[in-house]
């Protein structure tokens, strides 16, 4: 794929938006955050080697210098799919137009050509699966919880019935579950409300920790906290009426990752 057909399969979206602003051009002061996650699914070592090059040696730098980071990504430390990337919009319209802006930037173009011109009979990916998500009232920007090397991430998404109870599982987060997180030391990096992607109602959040007896001690602390009893065991925010599936992944940073 050269650069002209890379433009041409993109324009449709940055139609949408416009010409490709910057991610911090004319970006609301104290607004809620979009935070734009996708899965990448892979089937070999090979193609996870290619992506990770392609992630390191081309996407971080091009976002970077496009204003948006931190960008994380994230694996399973015993597996090599599915690779998560966690990209911060300071507004929705950089959702259409961040296509645009990277198929117009020549040394994304150059450093990302192997991987952009993958063929079909050696594919860089198995699919990828997108999912846009809307920073919570009560958590509005993405936070780093922990630089240390041995770092460790929790990803968790929630299921819920119906739109009502899934506003009212949020309505728990927001008025007083985020602040027992962090009184116990569950340390969050983000609470998103997925607004596109799969099972919709839901949410996901994660959570960062030094290490994996960090992440453990937290959730027993968490688990026999007072204001944590009492506010689950109110009967509006019970878990059988509110939440249909829970998905709980331990994920790492890549070595490239920003956070």
Do not use: C
Request: hydrophobic content about 40%.
């Amino acid at each position: 794929m050269n650069r002209r057909s890379f433009m041409a399969m993109t324009g449709a979206a940055a139609a949408l938006g416009g010409a490709g602003a910057s991610a911090q051009e004319s970006a609301p002061a104290g607004g809620r955050e979009y935070y734009e996650l996708k899965r990448y699914l892979l089937e070999s070592d090979a193609q996870r080697a290619g992506l990770d090059a392609f992630l390191a040696e081309a996407v971080l730098p091009a976002l970077e210098r496009h204003g948006f980071g931190p960008v994380g990504v994230f694996a399973d430390p015993e597996d090599i799919s599915p690779v998560h990337v966690l990209i911060r919009h300071e507004r929705p319209d950089t959702l259409a137009t961040l296509h645009h802006t990277l198929g117009a930037d020549a040394e994304f173009m150059e450093k990302g050509a192997a991987f952009l011109n993958a063929p079909s009979s050696a594919p860089a990916y198995a699919r990828i699966e997108s999912s846009l998500l809307y920073a919570f009232s009560g958590m509005p920007k993405m936070e780093r919880p922990s630089d240390v090397p041995g770092r460790v991430f929790q990803l968790r998404t929630y299921e819920s019935p119906s739109v009502l109870t899934g506003q009212k599982k949020i309505e728990m987060f927001d008025t007083a579950e985020i602040a027992i997180f962090r009184k116990t030391g569950l340390k969050p990096v983000f609470f998103g409300e997925a607004l596109v992607g799969e099972k919709l109602p839901n949410l996901t959040y994660m959570l960062g920790f030094d290490s994996r007896d960090e992440q453990n001690a937290a959730w027993k602390t968490f688990l026999q906290d007072p204001e944590w009893k009492e506010l689950s065991g109110r009967p509006e925010y019970a878990n059988d009426r509110i939440l249909s599936g829970i998905t709980n992944l331990n994920l790492v940073p890549t070595a490239y990752s920003q956070l």
